[in-house]
């Protein structure tokens, strides 16, 4: 009895100290956004003289409005076709790479493994001008589409390379078992493996989804018109050569920001999703 | 469930079979292109100019806008000129990717000075002296800024938007306050400062972290201590940057960070975050060493501050046999450079007359931009801007900025070296022979 | 009965290596295009002393690769590399884990945590690189402003070339732990329920169950996860761009940094290469060797 006492009243010490830290943790991630969204609601000359971490003088919704009466709605369409495409044909081709790799066994599954692996380490820069050239010679250059290519095929290596060490956690017996029962190799991938990486893959889509939102350099090299622009362009119109209108700026970055948010409130879901089907197995 | 992932995997199926076709189609394409279109990223309509330049924010985008609708709208030659604003900070790296695969823009909006030179000697930019000569724009272009278009003894680039000068911009409420005027001599300056850091306030806003920004102090003091020749000498490989004029300046940079006439970690602040004028919003710094663009942030930043602000050429230093009317700056920040022949070279050129056109002067005037022609002060009436013009007309010599001027190996070095020597981490003597030595370097490449 | 088998073997392995061939096929069309071919011409381009844009090059073979091997900025720029790589590792992981494991023991009720937890990745580099200008300014930023509260002066952190890698890497890891939470809170969902139900019938407690059961269960993951780690710090190139451009001097240059400004600033782009090829070397090499390394270890 004691004994127990003691335990319960070290474990409420243990969750007291652990909920101090995590708060603490909570306002270091999420001051910054604030300050963020703070920004966006201030004038030019207001953000300067106040200073950044003050509170704005009034809730001043005009940078939004003009925002959004730009081409910010059109900027956002393409940046969530590019995403949905590009996030979908990522995680299928990822996922069917990493089969192979992870559940089988045969010669080549090392080196083709460390070829991703060095994959992964290549300077996404210095494949601006092969891409560019790519996209030119396909005409597909200036036009939403051309991105779809190396933005799944930069986010590949990594996601081989997660996805794999995740299915080789993925039990033995249950293949095995399935196998008795006459479940073909590729039956397999559909019926047991997939549904049962869907952790990895919600890991995937979170990770690759933000990093495909916020890409800068292949959406800036290989589109020019306006309407084929996607949201991290869009803070074009409030930059220019000696000035630039920060304000503006944030309000841009918080309305980019949001979907992503969301985006993750949903996703984040099938994480512990993934826990629930787990424990009603087990 | 099962069903939702068979559909999903068939869709995804086909797109990766779409996608992957057209990424090889492109591959074996690619590698056969070697860069002989000159076309530029034109959808293959040969009536068509694309001008690529950084207009992406009001004032410049109008100005480029109403250049561009006016020759669209008059011109007779049959050709249409397609405006692509793209932003200023990834601009020169758009433009090596493009230029790389030969699909350089029939005509761009560039600075002068080294980059500019690349691209003209790596046969991106025609020479336009016949066009020009027969165009009204040579008589109504300021001399030095027809200079600044001037490459190899051939006119390459129609200058446009804005004459910068560097100069030192004050806060008047404040130097009244402290019975202060506007300096005549460096020492006056000096003691201006020591005044100020008595009060408590800083007296050079500078935001550092962006280097450019340190440099128009350099630039300034060394052209005080040394005139221009030591510069142009070191440039053309007869002199050198570890010339007296250039360690002095270096030397009174130090001295003054000692002084602490700058903000307390200058190599932090960042310019592009506005963390200099910051300082002058929040009136804690005195004054600021910067392009006269600088009317144009503050006015529209805010009209009222604007009124409290003063400004003046940076002073002569007493001893010194410079000719203290030099000014460093640039004449026509964006010049217009073309990348293409014939009929189409004649309409691209058109339309760069189109952008010193008067109404469109007019417009450039209206938002705080002094265009490079002449008699632009009649225009003026914004008293600092007037002040600008003078000091630019008066000058003996007006030198671009190193940044922009120097090849830009050379210009980062000495970009780097000077930041160092602001934090004070290293002597100005090892700074400019870094810079030397980049310059060497340049110079026997060149040479080969 | 053993001859069926061993022919069952081979009609199984042969049938394996054809369906390994079409799982594998996309992934190797996708990597010969995009990365492959960019690969090869990064090497081809590092033979040549070319300003990137003009039409003539002139062959020097492997005079850019001698300059590499001897240039100072680049060597420092690697060992800049290896600093955030280590500190990213040693701090981003860890604290990662602590957050996954909080909200692992925590359940569904802490949802907003997590969210939460997560925005610094969401954010876009841009803004994170303006707020933290501001937030780390020596005058009047959140640093400062503390150690006067202590009766200290103002802190330079950004431009002094002694703390200003440091001062990037805390950012850096800020803005990257949140993946590792994530990438951890999935590792989690892979240990069976059955296994924490059998560790509290046998009475541990939930610390016991995370040191001796969980954490062993976690170091395949925590293995890829310095994986990841190592190369994305090795090649990183956002944050330091925006925040520091490389400065103050040389003391936050990155080898990605540097190969930008040599190939699309300075109009290098043949010596620019060789730092990209350079960079591709070390990086590859580091990653392989060391999952040799932590694999092997595992088999004895």
Known sequence: MDAYKKSRVKSIICWVIAFALAIFYLVVSFLPFIFMVLNSFKEKFE???VGVFELPQSLNFAN???????GFGKYFMNSVIVLAISLILLLFIASCASYPLARFQFKLANPIYAGIVACMSIPVHITLIPVFKMSQATGLYDSIWALIGPYVAFAVPISVFILTSFMKEIPREIEESAEIDGCGKIKMFFS???????????TLAIYNGVNMWNEFSFAYTLTQSSENRTLPLAIWEFQGQYSMNTPMIMAVLTLTLLPMIIMFIIFQDKLVKGMTAGAVKG | MKKRMKRLAAFSMAVLMAASMAACGGSGGGSSDGGSSSGGSSSGDDKEIVYWNIGTESPDKDIVTAAVEKFNSETESGYTVTSVPTQNDSYKEKLVVAMSSGECPDMYSCWSGGPMY????????????????????????MESAIGQATYNDHIYAVPYQNVSMSGIFYNKEMFEKYGLEEPATLADLENICATLKENGITPFALANSSKWTGSMYFMNLAARYGGLEPFQNAVAGTGSFTDECFIQAGEKIQEWVNAGYFPDGVNSLSEDDGQAKQLMYQETAGMLLCGS??????STDSEEFYQKIGWFPFPAIEGSEADPSIMIGTVGDQFIVFNCEGEKLEAAFECAEAHLSDEVIDLGVESGKIPPVNG???KLTDPITIEVVEAANNASEIQLWYDQYLPPAVSNAHLDGLQEVFGLTMTPQEAQESMQQAMEEYNAQKAE | MKEKSTSLLVIRQRNTRKVAALFLAPVTILMVIYIFYPIVDTFITSTYQWNGISADRKFIGIQNWITLLQDKSFWIAFK???IIMVLSIVIQIPLGLALATFLDFGGKKLTVFKVIWFIPLLMSSVAIGFLFTYALATNGGIVSTISGWFGGGNIDLLGNPKTALLTVIAVICWQFTPFYMVYFMAAFTNIPYDVFEAARIDGATRGQY???IALPLLVPSMKSAAILSMVGSLKYFDLIYVMTGGGPGTSTELMATYMYKESFSNFNMGYGSAVAGGMFILISMIALITMKLINGKKEA
């Open chain 1, 47 to 49: 953000m300067l003289t």
């Open chain 1, 64 to 70: 939004y409005q003009e925002v959004l009466t730009g």
């Open chain 1, 192 to 202: 047991m493996i997939l549904p049962l990486s869907k952790p990895g893959l919600a």
């Open chain 2, 118 to 141: 690349e691209y003209i000697d790596s046969g991106f930019g025609q020479p336009i002296d016949d066009l020009f000569n027969n165009s009204e724009i040579k008589d109504k272009l």
């Open chain 2, 293 to 298: 663009w600088y009317t144009g942030t503050f």
């Open chain 2, 376 to 378: 632009i002060e009649e």
């Open chain 3, 80 to 82: 800049n590399n290896l």
């Open chain 3, 210 to 212: 995370f040191w001796k």
